[in-house]
């Protein structure tokens, strides 16, 4: 058990170290551990506070119920 706590104790103060050395990096790498949990949190916790999502955007353009004029000018003819 003892081996054990060697091992997360040099864990730590290697993590210590780096983040007094190359805080850009260490900050980055615990930033990008944490997202995966925001991801997957974050959802059911918006809805849990009332959030709706928006209605879907419509994909086309409404086409009028009536015949087409034909297009005059600008070198249609």
């Not at 805080?23 to 974050?42: H, N, T």
């Not at 955007?57 to 087409?68: A, I, K, Q, T």
Request: glycine content about 12%.
């Amino acid at each position: 058990m003892a081996s054990l706590l060697g091992g997360f104790r040099g864990t730590y103060r290697y993590l210590q170290r780096q983040a007094h050395e190359n805080p850009v990096i260490f900050y980055s790498c615990v930033i990008g551990g944490i997202g995966p949990f925001i991801a997957f949190g974050v959802p059911p916790v918006r809805e849990r506070f009332g959030y709706v999502p928006p209605p879907p955007l419509p994909m086309g353009y409404p086409v009028p119920n009536r015949p087409r004029r034909e297009v005059t000018g600008y070198e249609d003819e």
